[in-house]
Nanobody, 120 residues
Framework: VQLVESGGGLVQAGGSLRLSCAASGSIFRINAMGWYRQAPGKERELVAT???????TNYADSVKGRFTISRDRGNTVVLQMNRLEPEDAAVYYC???????????????WGQGTLVTVSS
């Protein structure tokens, strides 16, 4: 399974970025998709998750009202980030919870990460 992330970069505080993650490979079904982030010296933390079909979303308190997670066509998840703050700077990772097509096992897969830098 491969997760390809895109959309990171440098933005001024108050600006916006849109992250995208496309999943491919031996996927029978995706149960949930999400974004996590890790800032230097800090643990990886949940940013937002969305269930299959987009029926349920969950956000970290720190991003509620500013970030929106959504499912795009196919196995793609998008994180729209508005009103970015310097504290949002981190490496953002995509994660999927899926059923493997070959083994029928429930597994997790992570992307390689995309860097978000917010200047004050």
């Amino acid at each position: 399974v491969q997760l390809v992330e895109s959309g990171g970069g440098l933005v001024q505080a108050g600006g916006s970025l849109r992250l995208s993650c496309a999943a491919s490979g031996s996927i029978f079904r995706i149960n949930a998709m999400g974004w996590y982030r890790q800032a230097p010296g800090k643990e990886r933390e949940l940013v937002a998750t969305i269930t299959s079909g987009g029926g349920s979303t969950n956000y970290a308190d720190s991003v509620k009202g500013r970030f929106t997670i959504s499912r795009d066509r196919g196995n793609t998840v998008v994180l729209q980030m508005n009103r970015l703050e310097p504290e949002d700077a981190a490496v953002y990772y995509c994660k999927i919870d899926y059923i493997d097509m070959v083994t029928n096992r429930r597994l997790d897969a992570w992307g390689q990460g995309t860097l978000v830098t917010v200047s004050s």
